[in-house]
């Protein structure tokens, strides 16, 4: 892993936005994009504070790989697949606590499994490829449903043309992720979106969301059915509120016409509350 991908990944696993990791550091939230997109390295004394922050040594940083925990998830299996053009990304998920969609610099996509149950997880859960010209299949099936499992998934930033996702999540963390296109279909209780744009479709009937944005850059569509979807957005963000449903119903919107971000709501009987923070 380099240093720009250990670093991003620190600094999610520490939960710091770029703002909030700029500020710590004492840098421009520009050094810190540039870091973390690999256009650019800190000094030395940059890097002594960084690995202060994050409980880690220099060389670690720069030389070795190291493992990110995640929760408290002691068994890990992972599976690769050398991709070298962009892709629509089709993914079926057998039920999970959680799914994290992370942007990566290298040409692979990588499959991360983690739990806590089990240590022969490469047995319960397993991951098949199905690597079409334009299109990648990636099916993640478990033995046993429930199964206590984190997936991450390691996209190459730029292969990543669509997103289409089947599954039942409690949590959809996406992070950093500049995507024409995201689409989940199935039950999902949380949605985080940190550093990312575009456009998000969630189509989960009769499952109430709560959706949180750490900027709101892009659209999010919502269709469900006798349901509540609350979004979180910045104080101030300028956006188009859409009901195109029957019987919805939005609460505390304030609607700018011309703005190019949208929140939509379709189905029926529904309310959407947007909150902002």
């Known amino acids: 892993m380099q240093f720009n991908d250990k670093l991003k990944t620190l600094r999610k696993e520490y939960n710091y936005t770029q703002e909030e990791l700029a500020e710590a550091l004492d840098v421009s939230r520009q050094a810190i994009t540039k870091w973390e997109s690999g ?7 940059n890097l002594k504070e960084i690995s202060k922050l994050f409980n880690t040594t220099i060389d670690e940083l720069i030389k070795e790989e190291k493992q990110v925990k995640s929760s408290d998830r002691r068994f890990r299996a992972v599976r690769e697949l050398d991709i070298d053009h962009g892709k629509h990304f089709d993914i079926k998920l ?14 692979k996509v990588k499959v991360e499994l983690l739990s806590s149950e089990k240590e022969n997880l490469s047995e319960l859960v397993k991951v098949k490829f199905d690597d079409l010209y ?14 206590d499992v984190i997936i991450n998934l390691y996209l190459p930033e730029k292969y990543i043309d669509e997103i289409e996702i089947n599954g039942k999540l409690k949590t959809l963390n996406i992070s950093d992720l500049d995507v024409q296109k995201l689409e989940y279909d199935g039950k999902l209780k949380y949605l985080n979106v940190s550093g990312s744009k575009g456009k998000i479709v969630l189509n989960t009937s009769k499952s109430d969301i709560e959706a949180e944005y750490d900027r709101f850059d892009g659209s999010l569509e919502v269709n469900t059915i006798h349901s509540t979807a609350r979004v979180k957005i910045p104080t101030g963000t300028k956006y188009q509120a859409i009901n195109k449903g029957f019987k919805n119903t939005f609460i505390d919107a304030v609607n700018t016409e011309d703005s190019a971000n949208i929140i939509e709501l ?6 959407l509350i947007v909150i902002e923070k």
């Open 94 to 107: 057998a039920p999970a606590d959680e799914l994290n969609i992370v942007p990566s610099s290298d040409e």
């Open 39 to 45: 256009e650019g390295v800190p000094d030395v004394e």
């Open 266 to 271: 379709n189905g029926a009987a529904s309310k």
């Open 134 to 147: 334009n299109k990648l299949d990636i099916n993640i099936k478990s033995k046993r449903a429930g199964q």
